[in-house]
């Protein structure tokens, strides 16, 4: 455990999210004093925070807001020495549907992040991106400088707040890091992601309903990609760079299933679902990452193997299969 994040003053927006969650419950074990921002609903809830031990939520100041309100983001910001920016809308099929709001959430709010950092002086804001900002992959592995094809909106909106933190960098010198993780896993995510929605059903469920089972990803348990924020927070030679977490490794989705239908014990067969298919012009076939720059400025490499993995995420849903709607399509 480093002494640097010791005292250490920080916000995390998107803090109720998955990864976000994760983040804030280990800054709080490394000594930070942890401010986690996030968005404003009238039932107080804190989304995946919830879920987290109660000793570690209540070392956590809470802001709840909006990313598009400069002034809640400013005040959210005072006195905080690095930001973790990783609020956004992150649904591709919902951002099909509504293009509007998750450009303005993601590329406004991005925006209302930067310049408060800036106006803020903060040490270093780390950015957080995608590998959908990739498209399929030209060939692969795929390194940083992979061409950026926007697929869905919600890539173009992560294209877009990737190129402000990039100007920021540029024009005004913002210390920023962008992080840009491949497919994230583990415990506490949401159905709305391909593996939660696989162990869900082989653990209920006696058909096993997806979309598309020909495209293949490259998966990263969450601890490994929270290790990676982590570092991208202390590394000295990171500010203006963008760099890749991922493991370097694909799995096809259907050979995926095959493989959580093993670990569960489960016989359920697998359907595909027309209305999880999504247009063909938007389904990114392949992702597979270049983590070298990573390894290089930050000594980050990913430690916990694919089953491994996979096995703690499925001890994990297992015990809390209340929280989810069963075979109910989240997007």
């Not at 983040?23 to 879920?51: D, P, Q, T, W």
Request: proline letters at 4%; aromatic letters at 8%.
């Amino acid at each position: 455990m480093s002494q640097y994040w010791q005292g250490k003053r920080v916000l995390v927006t998107g803090a109720g999210g998955f990864i976000g969650s994760h983040l804030v419950e280990r800054l709080v074990a490394e000594g930070a004093m942890v401010r986690g921002f996030v968005h404003y609903n009238s039932r107080s809830h804190i989304g995946f925070l919830s879920l987290v031990p109660k000793n570690i939520i209540e070392q956590v100041q809470m802001i709840a807001g909006n990313l598009c309100d400069p002034d809640t983001i400013h005040r959210a910001l005072e006195g905080c020495q690095v930001v973790f920016h990783l609020g956004a809308i992150i649904s591709i099929p919902y951002s099909l549907q509504h293009p509007f709001e998750v450009v303005e959430t993601n590329i406004l709010g991005t925006m209302s992040v930067l310049r408060a950092c800036q106006r803020m002086r903060v040490e270093r804001l780390i950015h957080t991106s995608t590998s959908e900002v990739y498209g399929t992959a030209r060939g692969v592995p795929m390194d940083e400088s992979h061409q950026l094809h926007a697929q869905s909106p919600y890539a173009a909106s992560k294209i877009g707040a990737d190129k402000l933190a990039e100007s920021f960098y540029c024009a005004y010198g913002l210390p920023v890091v962008t992080i840009r993780p491949f497919n994230t896993y583990g415990p506490r995510q949401s159905a709305r992601a391909v593996i939660p929605t696989i162990i869900t059903q082989a653990l209920s469920q006696s058909i096993i309903k997806l979309g598309n089972l020909e495209v293949s990803r490259d998966f990263t348990y969450v601890a490994d990609t929270v290790d990676g924020f982590i570092k991208a927070g202390e590394a000295p030679d990171a500010e203006g760079k963008t760099l890749n977490l991922g493991t370097g490794s694909e799995i096809a989705i259907g050979v995926l299933v095959d493989k959580i239908v093993r670990l569960t014990g489960s016989s359920a067969r697998i359907e595909v679902d027309s209305v999880r298919l999504r247009p063909a012009g938007a389904e990114v076939s392949r992702l597979v990452s270049d983590n070298s720059l990573a390894h290089a400025v930050l000594g980050w490499t990913p430690r916990i193997n694919f089953e491994t993995g996979l096995k703690q995420t499925i001890d994990w849903i297992r015990g809390h299969l209340d929280l989810y709607r069963i075979g109910f399509y989240e997007f």
